[in-house]
């Protein structure tokens, strides 16, 4: 099976300036979750949708959301980006939802905001 | 809230050296835990899980114990290559958070030939 791909792998964005980001799942995958990953912070949960439903939410300010597809495919966006947004975003999906399901992770997406 | 905290590093050690991790835990109820491994400019891997006390969970060699009398779930290794060079995270998923991961701040193995 093909694992979980991201695209795009590196972006470039000015502040103020929105980005949408992909993440297509493992084949029969039904949850995608999101993380952030920075130096200072690292690994913070954004949000989880299953099923096309978001499950659950982390802290993070309105300018990020999110959405699924009936393919289970994802996207999240970010608008209003600020330079803190600077990140290696991940997505990681799993086959039902539930704490103890295995999660896999993409490559990520390296975001430089300027 | 729930939290997770790990040794800072780097952690340096030559080849075939033992290999321990600490990793401790806050939450409620009884959480799953996971170790992911990250190697350079990659995504994170899981290298191991338990979901109940006294679970042993192992993979490459890599082992750790859910304990909940002392709420830790340390990664050991008995002989590490210069292979396992990477970044190690310890993680909860708490019960009724979907898959909601807590991850500790992450711990950089170093392995000298």
């Known amino acids: 099976k093909a694992g979980v791909t991201q695209t795009p792998r590196y972006l470039i964005k000015t502040r103020g300036q929105q980005v949408t980001l992909s993440c297509s799942p493992i084949?029969?995958?039904?949850?995608v979750s999101w993380y952030q990953q920075t130096p200072g912070q690292g690994l913070q949960f954004l949000f989880e949708y299953f099923s096309e439903t978001q499950r659950n939410k982390g802290n993070f300010p309105g300018r990020f959301s999110g959405r699924q597809f009936s393919n289970s495919r994802s996207e999240m966006n970010v608008s209003t980006l600020e330079l803190g947004d600077s990140a290696l975003y991940l997505c990681?999906?799993?086959?039902?939802?539930?704490?103890?399901?295995?999660?896999?992770f993409g490559p990520g997406t390296r975001l430089t905001v300027t | 809230g729930n939290s997770v905290t790990q040794m800072e590093g780097p952690v340096t050690l030559s080849e075939e050296a033992f290999l321990t991790i600490n990793c401790t835990y806050t939450a409620t109820g009884y959480p799953s835990l996971f170790w992911y491994v990250q190697y350079p400019g990659e995504g994170l891997q899981l290298l191991l899980k338990a979901t109940k006390a006294d679970d042993k969970g192992s993979n490459k060699g890599f082992e750790a114990t859910y304990r909940k009398e002392t709420t830790s779930f340390h990664l050991e290794k008995g002989s590490v290559q210069v292979s396992d060079s990477a970044v190690y995270f310890c993680?909860?998923?708490?019960?009724?958070?979907?898959?909601?991961?807590?991850f500790g701040g992450g711990t950089r193995l170093m392995v000298k030939p």
């Open positions: 990681a999906s799993s086959p039902q939802t539930g704490s103890s399901y295995e999660q896999y």
């Open positions: 993680a909860l998923g708490a019960n009724n958070a979907g898959n909601m991961l807590t």
């Open positions: 084949s029969g995958h039904r949850s």
